[in-house]
């Protein structure tokens, strides 16, 4: 059975700290996608990375990062000098490809994040 | 433009009382999917549906749920008689897992 654990359920940064959330898996799979999505106060799921298990590039899109370690089933997002708006929960997301997507995808608690000004 | 729109926004019903969520997918896809959020919850997977049909459905989809496509677009979750539990919020995606979901803007629903 597939598994996403967030062990941090909420993180506290000042404004213009790097801070960075965890996610470990797991999965019997060999093929599987990993995801991080956004959710603001306001309530959507807003989609920020996909990510199969044959790319262990670590990747870039402005402030944030993520650095994905299949040795340690591990798939962490950064984000570089933190701004107010940053503030969300954040859940990362894991799917196996068995089943072509039936399967839909399993979410971890998610991580409260908050940036005080 | 959203890839997905839900309606209706929010929905307030008494126990017991049957509902009927609605997604609408701004372009055809081959996988939808209903997930359900309980306030401070994680997100949960209902049920995936393909060509029409219920693909993979989750221990949370029991007799009390149903989807169905009617009209060849609206793509509709039904609550028979919806209990206190059922009150969260119900997102509908599109996509697949080789590509990426989409995610609507979820109905929250509150049954008293």
């Known amino acids: 059975a597939q598994k996403v654990t967030q062990a941090q359920t909420e993180i506290s940064v000042v404004e213009k700290e790097d801070v960075t959330l965890d996610c470990v898996y797991e999965?019997?799979?060999?093929?599987?996608?990993l995801f991080w999505y956004k959710q603001p106060p306001s309530g959507e799921l807003v989609f920020l990375i996909r990510?199969?298990?044959?790319?262990?590039q670590n990747e870039i899109s402005g402030r944030y990062s993520w650095n994905f370690q299949k040795s340690t089933s591990s798939f962490n997002f950064t984000i570089t000098a933190s701004q107010v708006v940053d503030s969300a929960v954040y859940f990362c997301?894991?799917?196996?490809?068995?089943?072509?997507?039936?399967?839909?995808?399993?979410f971890g608690k998610g991580t409260h994040l908050i940036i005080q000004p | 433009e959203p890839e997905v729109t839900q309606t209706p926004s929010h929905q307030v019903t008494q126990m017991g009382q049957e509902v009927i969520l609605r997604c609408v997918p701004i372009?055809?896809?081959?996988?939808f999917y209903w997930y359900r959020q309980i306030l401070g919850q994680k997100v949960e997977f209902l049920v995936s549906?393909?060509?029409?049909?219920?693909?993979?459905k989750s221990e949370i989809f029991d007799d009390q749920f149903s989807v169905e496509r009617p009209d060849g677009s609206n793509f509709t979750l039904k609550i028979r008689s919806t209990k206190l539990e059922d009150s969260a919020m119900y997102f509908c995606?599109?996509?697949?897992?080789?590509?990426?979901?989409?995610f609507g803007p979820g109905t929250r629903l509150l049954v008293l």
């Open positions: 997301a894991l799917s196996e490809d068995e089943r072509g997507g039936a399967d839909g995808l399993t």
């Open positions: 999965t019997r799979d060999t093929t599987y996608y």
């Open positions: 990510r199969n298990s044959f790319d262990e």
């Open positions: 372009s055809n896809h081959l996988y």
């Open positions: 549906f393909y060509n029409n049909e219920i693909s993979e």
């Open positions: 995606a599109k996509g697949t897992v080789q590509e990426t979901q989409y």
